[in-house]
């Protein structure tokens, strides 16, 4: 049966200031200290089902510095990169590359957040810009088999925009250009009847 989510439940706001490129781009470099990404990964037990937390290579921290998990084997011994280490409050925005801001996301999922939560709502900001951030997830309560999944996201994104309009920064802008003719297109085709 198909479960139903309470979104308000799983969701927060954060709040944000735009900081300049360089002091994000600091931040970013600390991805070289293997330490605090060792603490990131560890700390999320439900990892270890997808790779071992205590064989940590050298490949698998090249690719944890450039914000990839460690390298995980599908069903048929396949390697892939499933996971993003995601910055929870965004680099541009002030974050840290410290272990409390940090949480290994299924590559998916760390797109859907960027694609049709954060990134729609900072566009355009300038650096000094402050604002209060909507629909984010509230990681304590959101579980790796809800981001893994497609229903939950495309739930999810359903909630954004009947909640609060939020849409991703392409469909936003045109249907800006077309006085809400196009969301109503749009929404329909994504999701059925505007909601009464």
Same mark, same amino acid.
């Given at each position: 049966m198909f479960k139903k989510y309470d979104f308000k439940s799983l969701t927060?706001?954060?709040?944000?200031?735009?900081i300049d490129p360089k002091e994000s781009q600091r931040e970013r470099n600390r991805y070289d200290d293997k330490r605090d990404l /060792?603490?990131?990964? =560890? /700390?999320?037990?439900? =990892?270890?089902?997808?790779?071992?937390?205590?064989?940590?290579?050298e490949r698998d921290m090249e690719f944890i510095k450039k914000g990839f998990s460690p390298i995980s084997k599908d069903e048929n011994g396949k390697e892939s990169k499933m996971f993003t280490v995601h910055h929870i409050q965004p680099l541009n925005c002030g974050g840290k590359t410290l272990p409390d801001n940090l949480i290994p996301l299924p590559k998916k999922f760390h797109s859907f957040i960027h694609e049709k939560i954060i990134d729609p709502q900072i566009q355009g900001m300038q650096v000094g810009d402050k604002k209060t951030i909507i629909g984010v997830p509230d990681f304590s309560k959101i579980t790796l088999d809800m981001m893994m999944d497609s229903s939950f996201r495309i739930q999810y994104h359903k909630f954004i925009v009947d909640e609060y309009r939020l849409l991703p920064i392409a469909v936003a802008s045109k249907s800006k250009r077309d006085n809400g003719q196009f969301f109503g297109n749009w929404y329909k085709s994504h999701f059925g009847s505007i909601k009464d």
């Open positions: 927060t706001t954060m709040d944000i200031e735009i /060792k603490s990131t990964i =560890y /700390k999320y037990y439900y =990892y270890s089902e997808f790779f071992d937390c205590d064989a940590l290579t």
